[in-house]
């Protein structure tokens, strides 16, 4: 028999990078089941359009995920306005991308700050309400990325790897109680974070809206592994069964490997300079240093 779906209509929901791409479609999308939504994101302009947009209790609200206090603030101002929340979706991040050796240690620090450090700062917070009331749900927005190695944005992989990782550690510390985690592995999204990939023969680029659709599956009937599209699952078993040299091969076969490698930059270039703005912004020195490698770079091409 069939589980009955949790409805979603008056929960309270915090979505991190909620202004712009899956956080938004996401917030459109559980608004749309009845749930109080809470954007959070560094641009509070553009969070209080969307959320103008949404409409019905939607509220935005300024966050920079690097910071302790900054996210303890967002989450203290989503209970006085909405409620004790229900659902935090952990989805802020940056993807810039080229070559590990080329890359500089600012926007190395900077992913490892958002995409990682961000998340851990969102759960430690949220969680010990959640677990008090033993009633909540965790979404943590990894990416197929958290489960290969894909050449062009190796520290990309290492922070989406290690919200795997803290996603499956953090489940079984929370098997006794009734707070639920789940981790959202989506391919390639057609957002501006994903402007300029490279489509592979098995999975071709996704939709925001495809995204959000699993995220609010995953919180009606709640799991923890969340593949986007669900056949990237069936796909990962089987290279399992491969030896390395096998994996690797197919990976080749099917152009996995260029998906990042092969992106094209033009098309990037509003998103990777966005991206390098983001919090923790460079010091004088990171950007003296990243001109100064930019520059080399062009002289030895």
Not at 266 to 276: D, H, I
């Amino acid at each position: 028999m069939a589980k009955e779906p949790r409805s979603l209509a008056g929960k309270v929901v915090a979505i991190t990078g909620g202004a712009r791409g899956i956080g938004e479609v996401t917030a459109r999308s559980l608004v749309v089941e009845g749930a109080k939504v809470a954007i959070g994101d560094l641009d509070l302009e553009l969070a209080e359009k969307t959320a103008s947009a949404l409409g019905g209790e939607t509220i935005a609200l300024e966050l920079d995920v690097t910071q302790r206090e900054s996210f303890a603030s967002y989450l203290s101002q989503v209970e006085e306005r909405l409620g004790p929340i229900d659902v935090l979706v952990n989805n802020a991040g940056i993807m810039p991308l080229g070559r590990f050796v080329d890359e500089d240690d600012a926007t190395a620090r900077r992913m490892i700050d958002i995409n990682l450090h961000g998340l851990m700062f969102g759960m430690k917070l949220v969680m010990p309400s959640m677990m008090r009331r033993n009633t909540g749900h965790i979404v943590n927005i990894a990416s197929q990325a958290g489960k290969g190695g894909f050449p062009g944005g190796a520290t990309y992989c290492a922070t989406k790897h290690a919200v795997v990782g803290l996603s499956e550690a953090v489940r079984g510390e929370l098997h006794e109680t009734n707070v639920e985690i789940s981790c959202v592995m989506p391919a390639a999204v057609n957002t501006e974070l994903g402007s300029g990939l490279v489509d592979n023969k098995a999975v071709k680029k996704l939709e925001p809206q495809e995204v959000a659709d699993a995220i609010v599956e995953a919180l009606k009937y709640p799991k923890f592994d969340v593949w986007v599209p669900k056949v990237s699952a069936g796909i990962f078993r089987f290279m399992q069964l491969l030896p390395r040299s096998g994996r690797e091969a197919f990976v080749r076969a099917i152009k996995a490997d260029q998906v990042l490698a092969g992106a094209d930059m033009k098309a990037r270039s509003a998103y990777e300079e966005r991206a390098s703005r983001s919090q923790p912004a460079l010091s004088p020195q990171d950007a003296g240093a990243a001109t100064e490698a930019a520059e080399a770079e062009k002289v030895e091409s």
